[in-house]
Nanobody, 118 residues
Framework: QVQLVESGGGLVQAGGSLILSCSAP????????MGWYRQAPGKQRELVAA???????NYADSVKGRFTISRDNAKNTVNLQMHSLKPEATAVYSC????????????WGQGTQVTVSS
């Protein structure tokens, strides 16, 4: 019913950059926090970066200073700029939309593969 559409995944060499994008319906984009999670083979899914409806951001310690999350309100899109990519960043990256109040509701995209070669 609610579709989060991701794009931008692919193959990149270590040290390179990649930009992921996620679009959401307006009613979701404007009222929910948006984020990017990733899951590598054999690993637990982890938060990479998130941005609130008000624009506040937070990042995993492992990506601070190298990744930037932003919102494009005109396009109902959240972007994740990834720089200085390392092989350990290889994972499926999934877009997430979440609200807590008055009820906790979460939506997920299908995921996009990011592969960083050495």
């Amino acid at each position: 019913q609610v579709q989060l559409v991701e794009s931008g995944g692919g193959l990149v060499q270590a040290g390179g950059s990649l930009i992921l994008s996620c679009s959401a319906p307006t009613i979701i984009f404007t009222m929910y926090a948006m984020g990017w999670y990733r899951q590598a083979p054999g690993k637990q899914r982890e938060l990479v970066a998130a941005i609130s409806s008000g624009g506040s951001t937070n990042y995993a310690d492992s990506v601070k200073g190298r990744f930037t999350i932003s919102r494009d309100n005109a396009k109902n899109t959240v972007n994740l700029q990834m720089h200085s990519l390392k092989p350990e960043a290889t994972a499926v990256y999934s877009c997430n939309a979440r609200r807590v109040y008055p009820l906790e509701i979460t939506y997920w995209g299908q995921g996009t593969q990011v592969t960083v070669s050495s």
